[in-house]
DNA sequence: CGCCCGCTTGAGCTGCCTCAAGGAATGTGG
DNA sequence: CCACATTCCTTGAGGCAGCTCAAGCGGGCG
């Protein structure tokens, strides 16, 4: 098996560029960094809480969680991250990790020296700026699903996350926001929006019908989008995209 | 009245000095950005989403919420900023909020421009990681208060928004994590905390009982704070102070 | 004094959780 | 190829936490 593709960073770069710009020679040199390649299985813990990294995690395949665990050994996903994802980027500031990071799915990813970015940050002030933004772009998510959870009830939870996902999706040239890989159980949802796993399963259910959701081995397909985004309250200003991207906000006057 | 501190930004080199490292050189550069103080009341939208703005808040004195809000009106808060938080840091990055700053008490609070940030940023690298690790640490905040919301129950909840202000209070130097002042209302509360204020009556009278709270005129005394900590399941390591600090946290094997 | 705002208390309703069991799909070993 | 385990989804029934609606109460302030 060749690996997907050369320079381990070309998505990581486009992902940048849909939220800032960034000079040619500083594409270069972020390109430039090489960084292994590694795979695991499901439920393999990539993080754990307190462990020290010297390296970020570049999604190359499959789907990541952040999540905090509680005392008595209950987990709560706070952010999933697909591929062209650094999760962990914030670990360049921040190298004593205080969440997890584990893997939803079977998953391919790079880890992407810190050395590596670290050089590209102080050589180029746009890097700098545009990690910068990337940082805020995932605080913002979280910022987002901290108000969707405490605000909304169980069903349109999970209709937002679903609008996310989708948007964020189509952003990473994986799909279409109204149709879409989701290789997840309805556990991992549930864990995602705040739910447990039955209660999940009428939700799903319910949206089903109410938006004309379809599901095919592991994709959904949504018939009724506007629907959907209707039930979710879904605004996609909070992802930051540029303003002149198809995938930026709209509403808000 | 003469202005509470010479340097606008005092306290917050302080607030990045519990976190990072910082030179001599990049702090004197620091303190010599001057920013104009203006003051607010209750209620007042400091930055509404949407809003362009050239400047980042540091709250001087008071409380300041972070709020996404819904189509309908209804607001959550995900955030609050007390002295020698800067509020929207994130907005050097980004300068289009993606959400909203109120007043949630009388205030004073500096605008610090952001090109005075900006050339400290570009001139020194270590104020550069120190801003970004800031940044991080506020994002931490979130996916916490995120996993809180969806894990835990509300009595819980609550306690865990206690302990955290507590800390931080202590941390700027404004009172001791076991009796701090608190000048919110319980509806405010019930806002961060995904209640309603009906139901947070309850839930203080509860905890006044189960953990000893007192409460005189807008402060807040936890005479018993180990039991508190255990309702909310509190670990401070996520606000990632410094690990010699009387702050940091201590469990996780 | 009277108004408004924040807090409290009560009573009834409901969204969601819990517990429990059964079924489909996939994998594993004999 | 079949017996069996495991994982995931589904469905039902009962219970509780927290919401809603409604009313009363105290304090600050015009």
Not at 35 to 50: E, N, Q
Not at 171 to 193: C, I, K, N, W, Y
């Amino acid at each position: 098996m060749k690996p997907p593709m050369a320079r381990p960073l070309t998505k990581f770069v486009d992902r940048l560029l849909s939220r800032s710009e960034v000079s040619t020679a500083s594409r270069k040199a972020l390109l430039a960094i090489d960084a292994p390649i590694k795979s695991c299985k499901a439920r393999w813990d990539l993080v754990r809480t307190g462990q020290r990294v010297d390296y970020a995690c570049l999604v190359a395949d499959g789907v990541i969680g952040r999540s905090e665990q509680f005392a008595d050994g209950r987990r709560r996903t706070v952010a999933i991250y697909v591929a062209g994802d650094m999760c962990d980027l914030h670990s360049v500031a921040v190298p004593a990790a205080a969440w997890n990071l584990t893997a939803l799915t079977e998953c391919r990813y790079y880890q992407v020296p810190h050395t590596g970015l670290h050089a590209c940050f102080d050589a180029h002030e746009d890097v700098a700026m545009a990690l910068w933004r990337d940082t805020v772009a995932d605080a913002s998510m979280l910022a987002k699903l901290a108000a969707v959870l405490s605000g909304l009830g169980a069903r349109e939870r999970v209709a937002h996350v679903l609008c996310e996902y989708g948007i964020r999706i189509e952003a990473a040239g994986l799909g279409s926001r109204s149709d879409f890989p989701l290789p997840l159980t309805q556990s991992q949802l549930a864990e995602l929006v705040g739910t447990t796993p039955v209660h999940m399963s009428r939700i799903v259910r319910s949206l089903a019908t109410e938006a004309a959701l379809e599901q095919h081995r592991g994709n959904i397909a949504v018939r009724d989008l506007a629907m959907l985004e209707r039930i979710a309250d879904f605004d996609p200003t909070y992802l930051l995209f540029r303003e002149n991207s198809p995938l930026a906000g709209r509403r808000r006057a």
